[in-house]
């Protein structure tokens, strides 16, 4: 059985700050990677989508990759109030034919 | 607009009662699913579909059931064997997924279920 690990937080981090979310994984055979945020109340939303090593970025979002020590992260550059969330990473259950996710790491961004 | 709808939005079961979660997309996927999060916790797998008239069970399916008769509709049944079901209920749905190809999902607002 695979496993999405997260620290369930909270992070806290001052406005204008880097937020660093940490996700490991189980399943070196693991090829998909995804970030969601889910605010209080409400359902996930894909921020990111990474498929290789290294690093993607888009906007203040970067995800980055690391399949031999078999995890992935994503940093918040410029971190705003309204980036205050839970962010859940996920990862294709063994089949791949559905995701298993981590229990979510939740973020709270200081003005 | 594309999307994925659930409906209600707040659900109400009684003792003994089997309750029906609507979802339904029109987004053209293939693949739809329904999750289960409790309070502070992950999202775990109830059952999933790839295609029509087929579904798995995931990894907490007992004391539910689902269909698959439409490409655009997944609705969830919780069955009175289901003894706690007060939960956020999330459907999802994505194009078909292989092992060599796997697609974000994306998620309706949810149904909050709760016993009265």
């Known amino acids: 059985q695979k496993e999405v690990e997260q620290n369930s937080g909270p992070l806290s981090v001052p406005e204008g700050a880097i937020a660093s979310l940490n996700c490991t994984y189980s399943?070196?055979?693991?090829?998909?990677f995804f970030w969601y945020r889910q605010y209080s109340g409400k359902s996930p939303e894909l921020i990111m989508s990474?498929?290789?090593?290294g690093d993607k970025e888009d906007g203040r979002f970067t995800a980055q990759l690391n399949k031999a020590s078999q995890y992935v992260s994503l940093l918040i550059r410029d971190s705003q109030p309204s980036d205050s969330a839970t962010y859940l990473c996920?990862?294709?259950?063994?089949?791949?034919?559905?995701?298993?996710f981590g229990k979510g790491t939740t973020l709270s961004v200081s003005s | 607009d594309g999307g994925i709808t659930q409906s209600p939005k707040y659900l109400f079961r009684k003792e003994g009662q089997n309750v029906t979660l609507s979802c339904e997309q029109n987004?053209?996927?293939?693949?739809m699913y329904w999750y289960r999060q409790d309070p502070g916790q992950g999202l775990r797998l109830i059952y999933y579909?790839?295609?029509?008239?087929?579904?798995q069970k995931g990894d907490i399916a007992e004391g539910y059931s689902v269909s698959r008769e439409k490409k655009e509709s997944f609705p969830l049944t919780v069955t009175s064997a289901q003894k706690n079901p007060t939960a956020f209920y999330l459907c999802?749905?994505?194009?078909?997924?292989?092992?060599?190809?796997?697609?974000?999902?994306?998620f309706g607002d949810g149904t909050r279920l709760s016993i009265l």
């Open positions: 987004l053209n996927h293939d693949a």
């Open positions: 999802a749905s994505s194009t078909r997924q292989t092992p060599y190809s796997n697609q974000p999902q994306h």
């Open positions: 579909s790839q295609i029509v008239n087929d579904f």
């Open positions: 996920a990862v294709p259950n063994q089949a791949g034919t559905a995701l298993i």
């Open positions: 399943d070196r055979g693991s090829q998909s």
């Open positions: 990474i498929y290789s090593n």
